[in-house]
DNA sequence: TCGTTTCCTGACCGTATGGTCAATACGAAG
DNA sequence: CTTCGTATTGACCATACGGTCAGGAAACGA
């Protein structure tokens, strides 16, 4: 790869590099205004404008306003699978729950529209991630019962069902995200700052750290 | 009231019941849709066929669609609003908070359309009921929140913070509305059973009372 | 029976939106 | 410079949707 690619990749670069950041232009606008008009809400116009691309241009790389909130929702299940990690490399119930919920927290903090998507879209029946739900999120959830129902056994923790104690998990969490607005307006109207978040996660790992008896 | 009203009530009755009764009609096919297709994607021919009545014929009653819209999560938020009686006439956070999550899984149960309507409204910015969580909501948080704090004072409970203690509750709770597609995929595709209703709201109670301390 | 008010509804309209397309510009390779 | 595949875009189209309206049907009181 030469100098000059590198180079020039910011601004008028390799075809490639064009089409990469053109769709990420895409994506993230689309994301926002998805998360904040809903799917039937959305138009493809103001997509573009928060793009700043013409409207046809959309539609260029994304031939269908469904194809283009597809990616959109499999882009935020991705992010979603990844704080699985925090999970699986844990002794206990205190690293690994602990951990888990710091890293929901902060995707909720750092992908609050992508957050909302994935609501809109489970509560509309999930149209167009059913197979994922049947699937990926199946396995991922049963993997974690059995790690949660193995703590249990060892002792660990309280024998809470694992199955409410995930649901639990993901409600809280998300919570911030989803309903950002009603907590930013229930905090005189601020966005919550630093050490509030901060805040945040320790009061939801506290409680419910203590809540499966593992503290 | 004479005796003839009452009977001719059902069908075709008085002037008043016809209102009365078409109103409920309209708005519960609207929540329906609401909640199933969002505002933007919801249709008035869609919930006029759900409420078996003609497109025009909802213009009479809601001049608009968002009229509409604005009467069904009005409705909601006091249904909403009344499970905080729970809350009110209870001498300890385990009368208290236990009341308040049973209230709240029961409205999730039987209003599952009417929950999504809200969390969607709250997740596009709160539009149309922006005062509401201004006024009626801030309210009514910060009047738990010192219920909270009392028991906290008293020895009742563990020192958390009563904001994100009712955060908690609020996402905990409607989780199993909004989210209750994604349960459902994950219960083999069936809904809840009466008995899993009930494991979820013990174990919900059960986390949550130990993780406060009260227990 | 008659008059008045409420209710009903098919037909219609203007607009906004998703999507298409043909013409053009552009970058890279030879 | 020429060629060729990729990217760009204004103009356009068909459709679906929210909302209107006029004419008529019930329902009610007198």
Redesign the pocket.
């Known amino acids: 790869m030469p100098e000059?690619?590198r180079i020039?990749r910011i601004r008028?670069?390799?075809?490639?590099d064009?089409?990469q950041q053109?769709e990420r232009l895409i994506l993230d606008a689309a994301e926002r205004v998805f998360a904040e008009a809903g799917f039937?809400?959305?138009?493809?116009?103001?997509?573009a404008d928060m793009a700043g691309?013409?409207?046809?241009?959309?539609?260029?790389?994304?031939?269908?306003?469904?194809?283009?909130y597809r990616r959109v929702v499999q882009n935020i299940f991705e992010i979603w699978l990844d704080a699985a990690s925090s999970f699986d490399d844990a002794a206990g119930p205190v690293e690994g729950i602990g951990a888990y919920v710091e890293a929901k927290m902060d995707i909720s903090r750092r992908h609050p529209h992508g957050s909302k998507v994935w609501a809109a879209e489970v509560m509309h029946g999930a149209p167009v991630i059913q197979d994922y739900l049947e699937t990926t999120l199946r396995q991922w959830t049963e993997g974690r019962m059995s790690v949660i129902q193995r703590w249990i056994d060892e002792g660990k923790m309280a024998p809470v069902d694992p199955r409410h104690l995930l649901y639990l998990l993901w409600a809280t969490t998300q919570h911030y995200a989803d309903f950002g607005h009603q907590i930013e307006t229930l905090n005189a109207g601020q966005p919550l700052t630093d050490r509030q978040w901060r805040e945040a996660t320790e009061s939801v790992k506290q409680i419910i750290l203590r809540g499966i008896g593992a503290l």
């Open positions: 000059t690619a020039s008028s670069g390799r075809r490639t064009i089409r053109n039937g809400g959305a138009t493809m116009q103001l997509i691309l013409p409207k046809a241009n959309l539609h260029y790389y994304f031939p269908t306003k469904e194809d283009l």
